[in-house]
């Protein structure tokens, strides 16, 4: 399954794509990650979509990787005593920890949270931003707001308070129990939801014990305030644009999807790009122009990956949605434009042996027109380093270690084999070669960059480089 792209495919799970054939085709029409959405469907649900995937894996003998994401806690309205109400500009109307359902003067919040972080002229958005509320007075107990943007509200709405720090876990009870189901599947990377703080992804990596890589989504503000701590926390990161854009003016998105991806390329964090990419596709055969042109533009910002939601998981055409996505990547991989982007971009390399060699080795491979460069990896640092050059030749990473091989999927570039690692440095050549032609990645007559560490075995030991012909 070698995909003649660099740029990686993230496909939700759901209803609409569950069967083993429905996967079987997603995978063959380019999803390299599969993600569960824990917010929806039960623990049977993703056991079984998990379980079909790992036999998939075997049948192809190639390493898909599998990404949880955790629901986060979700602030929610009550319920209303006589359904949806209408809120008309200048109304006034008052929040309040009484759970009795709500009438025109008051709304029940359960919450306890939002009352501690309210602030006098602070926004509370209702319904993904439909609705917006400024804050005129508040308590312990109670919020005094006035509509200031009108419109319908109901029972169990979502509820975005921008610009707030929230005294509050990401990790919510219902969060644990997934988590702990989840690992106990053998998921490959967890994603955090409403991460704030880098002590966020501190408490999960505790958690999670290094038995899969965690994934911090940034969808609030505040998270871009400790943007350089959460990422260097974080074993990769993903640009939540949906509730990002709902906190903050939808102007202010896309340059700060540049800067979370420059950040990241910096960082050597993989970088997922989500919500809304093909969104016309969950009832539509076709995407609209402006769809593709948002998918391009995180492919030339650098993406290490773009990711389908309801499009595959509930859509109407998973499969269509996935193949466009496929031939949009080539696309923009195919402009000379995108080349020239991925070099400028570059960032010299940290005074580090492990880093002077991987720069090398794309060098290397670019004043050779080798056919690939090989990474012989345990942790997966190794190929990491060599994605962040972004060398304009796929990168082959041979890791004895199965859930090493699995992670690296997600990653710009790279194509995971699982194989021994090298003894010697005779080993570490031909094993390279081999493995290049059977994957059909290089030919006769074409030649390797081969970067590996000595010892051998040794994690975050880069230190040879040495070409190799095939």
């Excluded at 063959?28 to 894996?57: I, M, T, Y």
């Excluded at 979700?74 to 008309?88: D, I, V």
Aim: proline share 6%.
């Amino acid at each position: 399954m070698r995909r003649n792209r660099f740029t990686k495919i993230v496909a939700t799970l759901g209803p609409a794509s569950s069967s083993p054939e429905r996967l079987r085709t997603l995978f063959e029409a380019g999803a390299d990650v599969f993600r569960l959405n824990f917010s929806h469907g039960q623990h049977e649900d993703h056991r079984k979509r998990v379980e079909q995937l790992r036999a998939l894996e075997k049948e192809y003998k190639h390493p898909i990787a599998i990404l949880m994401d955790l629901q986060g806690p979700k602030l929610r309205l009550g319920t209303f005593a006589k359904g949806p109400m209408e809120l008309k500009k200048g109304q006034k109307l008052r929040f309040d920890m009484d759970p009795a359902p709500g009438t025109a003067k008051r709304v029940p919040l359960l919450h306890p949270e939002i009352f501690k972080a309210a602030k006098p002229d602070g926004l509370l958005l209702v319904d993904d931003g439909k609705v917006r509320l400024r804050i005129v007075g508040h308590d312990a107990e109670t919020i005094d707001t006035v509509v200031e943007v009108a419109g319908t509200i109901s029972d169990r709405k979502g509820v975005n308070l921008p610009n707030l720090v929230l005294p509050m876990s990401p990790m919510t009870p219902k969060d644990h129990k997934d988590l702990v189901f989840g690992l106990s599947l053998g998921v490959d990377w967890v994603a955090l939801s409403f991460v704030q703080h880098a002590h966020d992804i501190a408490e999960l990596k505790k958690l999670v014990a290094g038995r899969a890589a965690v994934m911090a989504k940034l969808e609030k503000p505040q998270a871009i305030e400790h943007l350089d701590e959460i990422i260097e926390q974080s074993d990769g990161i993903m640009v939540a644009r949906g509730d990002l854009g709902v906190e903050m003016p939808p102007e202010a998105v896309p340059p700060l999807q540049k800067r979370i991806l420059a950040a990241c390329r910096v960082a050597g964090r993989p970088t997922i790009v989500a919500t809304q990419m093909l969104e016309s596709m969950i009832h539509s055969p076709t995407p609209t122009r402006a769809e593709v042109s948002d998918v391009a533009t995180a492919v030339y910002d650098g993406t290490d990956a773009v990711m389908l939601s309801a499009e595959s998981a509930s859509g109407d055409y998973p499969i269509e949605a996935v193949t466009i996505m496929d031939r949009i990547l080539k696309s923009v991989e195919g402009d000379p434009l995108y080349r020239r982007l991925m070099d400028a971009s570059r960032h010299e390399p940290e005074a580090t042996t492990a880093d002077a060699i991987s720069a090398a080795a794309r060098q290397c491979a670019h004043t050779l027109s080798a056919a690939a460069i090989v990474t012989y990896t345990n942790t997966g640092s190794t190929t990491l380093r060599a994605a962040r050059e972004r060398p304009d030749v796929r990168i082959l990473c041979l890791t004895p270690v199965l859930d090493t091989a699995r992670r690296m999927t997600l990653t710009w570039g790279v194509h995971p084999v699982q194989t021994e690692d090298a003894h010697n440095f005779a080993d570490m050549v031909q094993r390279a070669v081999r493995v290049a032609r059977q994957q059909e990645i290089a030919k006769e007559g074409e030649r390797l960059v081969v970067t590996a560490g000595v010892p051998f075995g040794t994690p975050g030991a880069t230190n040879i480089l040495r070409i190799a012909y095939v």
